[in-house]
């Protein structure tokens, strides 16, 4: 379960990929050490142990700045995210769970798990494909960079938990309630 959302000292989300939302435990942990601020709270959250009790924080933001590491990991989120969740075969959109990966050579037949080897597939697609090596995605696949997948991010639905997030979070973006 992640409630707080991170920013980083210079106000913006620690991170978009995936969005920097934590723990209550880790963000309470930081506001122990000193290491962030609290900009908002949930009205109507505690937490307690014998010896303390505490509101629980919506959003903090951390007093020193967090390095963002510009190298995009290699992941199945980022792939979809990538390929903006279609399949580079029938070049139909899905959601998360009817996607999967494809490796364009086979691991059978000496590909590698790797950026440039990997597109998104639908099941369908990818079950059809099967072993074959002869089947070419709409693009080669390669590494993405990291704004590149940030820019794609935003086009996303963000889903927020508390109603102050979305002030800290990229106008641009689309908001989802959960
Ligand atoms: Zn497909």
Known sequence: MADVLL???DAQPASYLPLSIINWKEAIKYIYHDKCDVLEWY???MVRSPSWETKVPAVIMMRDYIRQKSEVRFSKSNLYLRDMYTC???E??????ELT???V???SRGGKTEWTNIVTACNPCN???????NWKPKYKPYRPGYYELVRKRRMLPITIKHPSWQKWIDPESTIEWK
Do not use: Q
Request: glycine share 8%; hydrophobic share 30%; with cysteine.
């Open 7 to 9: 920013l980083n000292a």
């Open 43 to 45: 009205d109507d959250w």
């Open 88 to 90: 580079l075969y029938c």
């Open 92 to 97: 139909e959109e899905f959601s998360k769970n």
């Open 101 to 103: 990966m494809d490796h």
């Open 105 to 107: 050579v086979p691991l």
């Open 127 to 133: 079950g059809k494909k099967g072993n074959r090596n």
